[in-house]
Nanobody, 125 residues
Framework: QVQLVESGGGLVQAGGSLRLSCSAS????????MAWFRQAPGKEREFVAA????????YYADSVKGRFTISRSNAKNMVYLQLNSLDPEDTAVYYC??????????????????WGQGTQVTVTT
C-alpha cells in the first residue's frame, strides 16, 4: 500500500500560481495511477486531475483544464499539481491519492478507501 503526504498549499492572490506536491512511499510507485481531488468548504470532494503510472495519460476536470497540470516523477516517487491562473473558486483542501491500474474510474471518489490530511489552498481576490 502506498502512503501519501501532500504539501505545497498556501495563500495566493487570484491569478497566481502554486505547485502542490505529493510524496509517496513504496517500491512499486510506477504501478499506481495518481489523482488529485479537492474539497471546498461546504462542498463535496471533487476530482481534479489524474495521471497514469507511466505518466503517459491524464484526465482533468473541466473546471481546471488549461490551468492545472498534473505530472509525476517515478524516480522520486512524487506527483505534482501545477496550479496556474488561480481563482477564488479554487480555494479548497487538495488531496492526492493512488490506485493500481488506469481507467476513468480513477475520477470517482469511491475508487479510494482512505485519504490523507491534504494541503490547503486559499485564493484571495
Amino acid at each position: 500500500q502506498v502512503q501519501l503526504v501532500e504539501s505545497g498549499g498556501g495563500l495566493v492572490q487570484a491569478g497566481g500560481s502554486l505547485r502542490l506536491s505529493c510524496s509517496a512511499s513504496g517500491r512499486t510507485f510506477v504501478n499506481y495511477a495518481m489523482a488529485w481531488f479537492r474539497q471546498a468548504p461546504g462542498k463535496e470532494r471533487e476530482f481534479v486531475a489524474a495521471i497514469s503510472g507511466d505518466g503517459g495519460s491524464t484526465y482533468y476536470a473541466d473546471s481546471v483544464k488549461g490551468r492545472f497540470t498534473i505530472s509525476r516523477s517515478n524516480a522520486k516517487n512524487m506527483v505534482y499539481l501545477q496550479l496556474n491562473s488561480l481563482d477564488p473558486e479554487d480555494t479548497a483542501v487538495y488531496y492526492c491519492n493512488a490506485r493500481p491500474g488506469w481507467g476513468r474510474s480513477i475520477m470517482t471518489i469511491s475508487s479510494f478507501t482512505s485519504w490523507g490530511q491534504g494541503t490547503q489552498v486559499t485564493v484571495t481576490t
